[in-house]
């Protein structure tokens, strides 16, 4: 079965008797004619770096070469004041890690894109300490996250060229929101319910990176981003409808990023790029050299 809507990757679960992270194992393997052993080593691969990215950001000394980045993540996983408690400070710095490391060069899954690459390790790091979930039922977290990833990138768009921040870390939050409403049991339509929630939070997010680097505000939006991926997976566990299903979201998400300023879309000519303060750490970063 072709899976072009998230309807129709729920459909086929519920013909075929699997849930969402059997299913998605399927669709690997047969679009990719891989076995089962390979989807699954790839899927190891991915968490490892996933982790190895958190680790270092948290743990190495990471200042971006622009400045604009410095080892923020370590500041806020030592922060005294829990504004939520450790397990929301943990998975904010987490997210930092990610992005600080990425904005110096080091290795981060993109999933699904390298701006957004703090959303999901955070998401499932904070899972395994905070649930206690074995790394096996991670992976199946991430193939259902790969549900929502498919989908998107068929219907709407990953690029921020295209579809703002909203395509980035917006997705990234629905793909996280999804892993955790399927980590903690909740049933394919909550997925797809937390999926409409963290996309509908992020509707209209405008792509605005300071100097056009990978950094500012792409770095603290990942960490909110997980914010939205836990509040939303919360709502949805909790047996709250967004009242506009998800797949309906995601056509949305494509009408706005298509309607969206090209100002606005990661030329960097707008948005907090184009603010006094952002034009001046552009024009100290890219100074010539004398
Ligand atoms: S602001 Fe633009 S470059 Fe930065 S994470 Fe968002 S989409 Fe990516």
């Not at 999901?120 to 790394?135: D, K, S």
């Amino acid at each position: 079965m072709e899976f072009n809507l998230l309807s129709n990757i729920v459909e086929f679960c519920n013909t075929e008797k699997k849930n969402m992270a059997q299913a998605m194992l399927e669709y690997e393997m047969r679009n990719k004619h891989l076995s089962k052993e390979q989807v699954l080593d790839g899927l190891k691969r991915v968490l490892l770096v996933m982790e190895d990215s958190v680790e270092q950001g948290l743990t190495q000394i990471v200042m971006s070469p622009s400045g604009m980045l410095n080892n923020w993540a370590k500041t806020v996983y030592n922060a005294k004041t829990d504004t939520l408690g450790p397990a929301l400070k943990k998975a904010t710095a987490r997210a930092i890690a990610v992005g600080e490391v990425n904005a110096c060069m080091g290795k981060i899954a993109a999933a699904p894109t390298a701006g957004s690459a703090g959303i999901m390790p955070a998401v499932l790091v904070t899972m395994m300490e905070e649930h206690n979930i074995p790394r096996e039922k991670i992976l199946d977290g991430l193939l259902v996250s790969s549900a929502i990833g498919l989908i998107f990138a068929k219907n709407s768009s990953f690029a921020g060229s295209e579809a703002g921040c909203m395509g980035e870390t917006g997705s990234a939050a629905a793909m996280g929101a999804a892993a955790i409403v399927y980590l903690l049991g909740g049933n394919n339509d909550q997925i797809l319910e937390a999926v409409g929630f963290a996309l509908k939070a992020s509707m209209g997010l405008v792509c605005d990176p300071v100097g056009g680097l990978v950094e500012e505000p792409c770095t603290t939006r990942n960490a909110v981003g997980v914010a939205n991926a836990f509040v939303s997976a919360q709502m949805a566990l909790a047996g709250i409808k967004s009242l506009i299903p998800a797949d309906e979201v995601i056509f949305a998400t494509k009408e706005v990023g298509d309607l969206m300023s090209p100002r606005l879309k990661e030329s960097a000519q707008g948005g907090l790029a184009n603010t006094k303060t952002g034009r001046e750490i552009q024009k100290r970063v890219f100074k010539p050299a004398s």
